[in-house]
Nanobody, 119 residues
Framework: QVQLVESGGGLVQAGDSLRLSCAAS????????MGWFRQAPGKEREFVAS???????YHADSVKGRFTISRDNAKNTVYLQMNSLKSEDTAIYYC?????????????WGQGTQVTVSS
């Protein structure tokens, strides 16, 4: 069973940067894809970025060029560097880990960290 703990959220102004971290424990993450999702008030949870065990990265179009996902397998940690933040980035950000190919259907989730961007 994978346990995930996010950190790094906060209140920032538009144009600022934040770096989210997600530390995983409970098992090795070999063969797992790790990712970030977010949920804004009144909206459904949406995909933000993912990083496969093989090293491939994917970013949602809405964050491409501003956010960058990275992963340190030795530390069982995934990061989300968020630059040029906009008010529409305000959301609870969740870390997820799932076996590759499972399409997040059996993912473990963190408790979420709040990111608030004031304009």
């Amino acid at each position: 069973q994978v346990q995930l703990v996010e950190s790094g959220g906060g209140l920032v102004q538009a144009g600022d940067s934040l770096r989210l971290s997600c530390a995983a424990s409970g098992r090795t993450l070999s063969g797992y894809v790790m990712g970030w999702f977010r949920q804004a008030p009144g909206k459904e949870r949406e995909f933000v970025a993912s990083f496969t065990w093989g090293g491939s990265r994917y970013h949602a179009d809405s964050v491409k060029g501003r956010f960058t996902i990275s992963r340190d397998n030795a530390k069982n940690t995934v990061y989300l560097q968020m630059n040029s933040l906009k008010s529409e980035d305000t959301a609870i950000y969740y870390c997820a880990a799932d076996r590759e190919g499972s399409n997040w259907n059996s993912a473990a989730w963190g408790q979420g960290t709040q990111v608030t961007v004031s304009s």
